[in-house]
């Protein structure tokens, strides 16, 4: 394995947007940094396989990130989130060269070579997920755990019990997953809303949902009330904004809000979750609608089962993974702008290097 100096590379928080302003790649800088010099005892020294670019991220680049499990990048410093690494060097007893991990928290460093603490890791098996390791930043990782208990926590949906789901950035990495899961958890329609004709195709050609809305040129209103006649059941919520005050406006009594995400709110300097108008509030109330704030870090208890079942359903060929891959450390800025910007369709990863 890799043992002897090498050059080193970072990404960094060049500077922030501003608290409304939209995320540029001169915010980010790629820099050479130094090679860890010493690997202490407890400790291995991991080389970056790949990066996750996640919307929530958004938030990490102002000076508060409006939330309590996660701090602000800081200026000049490499980013911190969530990635697959491989060990090449160990002083740790258990860990050995050649283990490929994942950060049990938000805390691997947006950085080619680095030093962490074998006990901050989480070792992968890659065989568990056919031999694709990527699918562990997605299906099988943070952003399968969240749809899957997120629907299960808060939809509480009851299988063949005629449940009408509808999930808004469904053509994302959480979204698209939340879709399938939907499906496989019980729900007889699930419509997607998303940006593109081609993301229209790829909810209803490859995830075979019973309906797709894009918001950009669709008639949102009239496209609900036509692919979810009885109402809606069920929402999803990952994007916030209009597009999810027209859906709460069709939902049921008794219907249930699954708050992810609000990506569309994040350019905008508004609390988390950010406030919504007062007549979508008063719907919300007089029909008893459960709106929460859905963290999947608070359910922990829960991953491990939840991991596994999703590893069964993707094994089986139940659950389908869409990847958009940046190639190269020194274009994780062009990955996050284009994330945002919604050029990605399921999961935006950044391939760093090889095993």
């Known amino acids: 394995m890799e043992t002897t100096k090498k050059e080193n590379y970072r990404v960094v928080l060049k500077n922030r947007p501003g608290a409304n302003g939209e995320p540029k790649e001169d915010n980010f800088l790629y820099e050479p940094c130094a090679f860890p010099s010493e690997v202490p ?83 992968v098996d890659i065989a568990a997920v056919g031999g694709k390791m990527s699918l ?30 509808v999930v808004s950035g469904a053509a994302g990495a959480c979204g698209s997953l939340a879709a399938q899961i939907a499906r496989l958890e019980g729900c007889e329609t699930v419509v997607g809303i998303c940006g593109s004709n081609e993301k229209c195709r790829f909810l209803i050609e490859e995830l075979c949902l019973d309906g797709a809305i894009d918001y950009k040129k669709d008639n949102i209103e009239k496209r609900l009330k036509e692919l979810c006649p009885s109402g809606i059941d069920v929402y999803f919520d990952n994007v916030g904004g209009e597009i999810s005050n027209e859906v709460i406006k069709q939902m049921k009594d008794g219907g249930r809000i ?9 350019n905008k300097d508004v609390p988390y979750p950010p406030p919504i108008p007062e007549n979508i509030s008063e719907i919300i109330t007089q029909r008893n609608i459960e709106r929460e704030r859905f963290t999947v870090m608070n359910y922990t208890n829960q991953y ?10 993707l094994l089986e060929g139940k659950l389908k993974v869409k990847e958009t891959i940046e ?19 399921g999961k935006q990863l950044v391939h760093v290097s090889d095993l």
């Open 41 to 123: 005892k407890g400790f291995v020294l991991l080389k970056m396989l790949y990066l996750s670019v996640d919307p929530f991220m958004r938030c990490l680049m102002n000076e508060e990130s409006g939330v309590t499990y996660v701090k602000s990048w800081t200026l000049g410093e490499a980013l911190l989130g969530i990635g697959l690494a491989v060990v090449v060097q160990t002083n740790d007893e258990n860990l050995k060269c050649g283990v490929v991990v994942t950060g049990k928290q938000l805390n691997f460093p947006y950085q080619l070579y680095f030093v962490e603490s074998a006990e901050a890791l989480q070792p």
């Open 136 to 165: 562990f930043l997605s299906c099988v990782g943070l952003i399968g755990l969240t749809s899957l208990i997120g629907i299960r926590e808060k939809g509480r949906i009851v299988p063949e019990s005629d449940k009408t789901f």
């Open 258 to 266: 699954i708050l992810c995400g609000q990506i569309s709110q994040y």
């Open 304 to 313: 491990p089962a939840a991991l596994q079942q999703l590893a069964k359903w």
């Open 327 to 345: 190639t190269g450390l020194e274009n994780t800025g062009r990955a996050f702008v284009k994330m945002m910007r919604g050029d990605n369709i």
